[in-house]
């Protein structure tokens, strides 16, 4: 494996058929299998590692991000990766750049509200990477879904000649869904967490059951919710999985959100919704305590 920090380095590397998995990096068994999908599908797999300073709203938030970019590289390269493209913030948004890539519609709500800009930063740095590197497909995670709707939106707005496949949550094995994020989760707050796919599970179980109205199962996931539990709920919402759009009924593949802040952490989680199949898609489970916690 490569370790590069320029475009024109990664360019230099990459074969016919180029796999993208862009990441914040601090690997864990999510970003994996990422990049074991773009191994089995692709001649060339670049892994990013960039904290894009632009979708962070607080300064704080940012400087906390968990990084180890030596753990990140030895991960990548055990996974399949060929490239690993380590840019820089002068690499990313040179002096003087004033490009800023903003998503109307699919920005506006969930994440959009709580979070100003910070889907003009994802879009921003996205658009750039496919730009730099112009890979054939790029991997992303369900976990963020508005995110994934964001991508594939200005992916097609902007013409970009590439496949965006969303792949499924990777969750450990009492169903927190893996972030980088949970390593922050104190050992109290880690019960009340579990709340949040608690939620989207029983939202599941009634769509399985044949519920279709929105509002319906947007209150049971509520109605789930142990009010007792310390957790201060920012959103549960659903949408259209496509464009974020609004819905009152699912007609087709639809995702149902949630975040919420449990002690000093902020955490997501979704579920996606799919009445052609008449399945919940609740992802995938690891067996083993994650690497995140320093496991094998």
């Avoid at 496949?163 to 869904?177: H, T, Y």
């Amino acid at each position: 494996m490569n370790t590069v920090a320029t475009f024109d380095q990664v360019r230099e590397l990459v074969g016919a058929s180029v796999g993208l998995v862009p990441t914040m990096g601090f690997f864990h068994e999510g970003h994996l299998s990422l990049i074991e999908a773009a191994r089995r599908s692709t001649e060339t797999v670049v892994v990013s590692i960039f904290v894009n300073p632009l979708q962070f709203g607080d300064s704080a938030d940012l400087a906390a991000y968990p990084r180890d970019v030596g753990r990140d590289a030895v991960l990548a390269g055990s996974s399949g990766a060929d490239v690993l493209f380590i840019p820089d913030v002068d690499t990313m948004y040179p002096k003087g750049s004033r490009t800023i890539v903003t998503v109307e519609g699919a920005s506006a709500s969930m994440e959009g509200a709580y979070r100003p800009g910070h889907f003009a930063g994802v879009a921003t740095v996205v658009a750039k990477l496919f730009a730099g590197i112009q890979p054939d497909v790029a991997y992303f995670g369900r976990k963020d879904a508005q995110q994934l709707a964001v991508v594939r939106t200005m992916a097609a707005d902007l013409s970009f000649p590439v496949e965006i496949d969303g792949l499924p949550i990777v969750r450990e094995p009492d169903g927190l869904a893996l972030s980088s994020r949970n390593v922050h989760l104190a050992r109290e707050d880690r019960a009340s967490a579990l709340n949040l796919h608690n939620a989207l599970f029983a939202a599941g179980d009634a769509f399985e059951a044949g519920e279709r109205s929105v509002n319906a199962l947007l209150e049971i996931a509520r109605a789930t919710i142990d009010v007792g539990a310390g957790i201060d709920i920012n959103y549960i919402e659903a949408a259209d999985a496509s464009d974020a759009s609004t819905v009152d009924r699912i007609d087709g593949p639809v995702f149902v959100a949630i975040a919420a802040r449990i002690g000093n952490v902020r955490l997501i989680d979704s579920i996606l919704l799919d009445p052609a199949t008449e399945r919940a898609d609740r992802g995938t489970y690891i067996d083993n305590p994650s690497i995140l916690y320093g496991g094998a």
